[in-house]
């Protein structure tokens, strides 16, 4: 099993552009969510999803869109990048619901110019 | 407001003495984790904690768990180098939410 995926691993972007970062699980798992990490800050919920077809927002979700159209993928979506939103994004799953143990993907450092 | 309050925030110790890491929560959780990061990696689940009491450990680490306090400790037993890493607790009080995170150093 190659577990959570991300790409890309590293991203620069320009202010007002959009991308999406990608992340996979082949574990089956029902739950995926996004997170951001910056300094001193721990890690902060983005948005998540409970199953295919359902996402919520989490803490800091303003500037984020995601989908969840199958069980393995979870993409996040930046619509128009601002430099607030440079961060190290990490991707995660658990079996069933945000109570179980999370498994991380690899991360991807994102910087807005 | 939810907090998750751990200290120290940064630690710096010598190897072969013990410390421990404090985990502090606001609001009702049944369960705990414990994870690891090391410098431009990812987070490696560490301890599962589920129900007040609950003590676990692997090699040099040993976590527990208290409920009613709302408390939990990591334990650094005889620190070695590789244990150099950032630790998070997290709780779920519905979503998971992590602490800050302690760096620890320990220096040969």
């Known amino acids: 099993n190659a577990g959570v995926t991300q790409t890309p691993k590293f991203q620069v972007l320009k202010t007002g552009q959009s991308m999406t970062l990608q992340c996979a699980q082949d574990?089956?798992?029902?739950?995926m969510s996004w997170y951001r990490q910056d300094p001193g800050m721990g890690l902060r919920l983005i948005h998540y999803?409970?199953?295919?077809?359902?996402?919520d927002q989490g803490e800091v979700p303003n500037g984020y869109n995601v989908s969840r159209s199958t069980t393995e993928d979870f993409p996040l979506r930046l619509l128009s990048a601002a430099p607030s939103q440079t961060s190290v994004y990490f991707c995660?799953?658990?079996?069933?619901?945000?109570?179980?143990?999370?498994?991380f993907g690899p991360g991807t450092r994102l910087t807005v110019l | 407001e939810l907090k998750v309050e751990q200290n120290p925030l940064f630690l710096s110790m010598q190897e072969g003495k013990n410390y421990t890491i404090y985990c502090n929560y606001s609001?009702?959780?049944?369960?705990l984790y414990w994870y690891r990061q090391d410098p431009g990696k990812s987070l490696e689940s560490l301890f599962v904690?589920?129900?007040?009491?609950a003590v676990k450990q692997e090699g040099r680490l040993m976590a527990s768990l208290d409920t009613k306090a709302r408390l939990s400790t990591l334990h650094i037993t005889a620190a070695v180098h590789d244990l150099s890493a950032t630790y998070f607790c997290?709780?779920?009080?519905?979503?998971?939410?992590f602490g800050k995170g302690t760096r620890l150093h320990i220096l040969p």
């Open positions: 609001t009702t959780s049944d369960r």
């Open positions: 997290a709780v779920v009080p519905g979503k998971i939410i």
């Open positions: 574990m089956n798992h029902e739950y």
């Open positions: 995660a799953s658990s079996w069933t619901s945000g109570y179980n143990e999370q498994f």
């Open positions: 999803s409970v199953g295919a077809g359902i996402t």
């Open positions: 904690l589920l129900s007040n009491g």
